[in-house]
């Protein structure tokens, strides 16, 4: 007998901050795609729930379909996931549209062998082997992973938060600087700190920015 039959399956790490996010062909209810050409030149928010037709997720999948144009404006595109068929899937698209007008018009992942789940991180034991938690991951145009969220299966999550960090990464982006508590579009940004005696000095004599301290700078942007 081979011992090597014998080893337990080897965990594959889940994908961090600045990694590049997993390659995968996968099978959506919007047609087959690949992570690594999918949305060139657009963020993605990708996000996993635990099944179809089960209430959180439904309000969930409600949300983010009812908020796709906010999504739209910031130059991203949604892809969902469950471990379901792309047969539960249609119907579920179709039977809450039936009910309540919304529709899920973007692509679903049809993760029944629980590849792409597992490659994300998305499977984990102590919540259930057989369902994804809510995980929503950021993916800028370079496809590197930029923020993750997890959720347990029992929460559900914060469009209005999902949103909000999407907005302040681009911006953060765009004028180099960073965000501090509660950041929300026009609020003021946090400015590099200084990182020699000259540029320490240069930032006490600046009237631009508003100075908590010589480190703690804010502007707008």
């Known amino acids: 007998m081979n011992n090597e039959n014998l080893l337990p399956e080897k965990p594959i790490a889940m994908p961090r901050i600045g990694d590049t996010a997993p390659d995968f062909t996968a099978v959506t209810t919007k047609g087959t795609i690949q992570m690594s050409d999918f949305a060139k030149d657009k963020w993605i928010v990708m996000f996993s729930h635990p099944a179809d037709f089960t209430p959180v997720c439904t309000t969930e999948m409600s949300g983010f379909a009812q908020r796709k144009p906010e999504f739209d404006a910031l130059n991203t595109e949604l892809l969902g996931l469950s471990i379901d068929s792309i047969h539960a899937h249609l119907g579920w698209v179709q039977n809450v ?125």
């Open 97 to 221: 549209r039936e009910n309540t007008g919304v529709y899920f018009d973007f692509p679903i992942i049809a993760d029944i062998d629980m590849k792409v789940s597992k490659l994300y991180g998305m499977l984990q034991p102590n919540e259930s082997e057989t369902a994804a938690v809510r995980a929503v991951f950021f993916i800028d145009p370079s496809k590197k992973i930029r923020l993750v969220m997890y959720y347990p299966l029992n929460v559900g999550r914060n469009m209005d938060e999902i949103l909000r960090a999407l907005d302040a990464l681009q911006m953060s982006d765009k004028h180099k600087v960073a965000m501090p508590l509660d950041w929300k579009r026009g609020d003021k940004a946090i400015c590099p700190p200084p990182k020699s005696l000259d540029a320490l000095n240069k930032r006490l004599q600046d009237d631009s920015v508003e100075k908590v301290t010589w480190y703690l700078a804010k502007k707008d942007i």
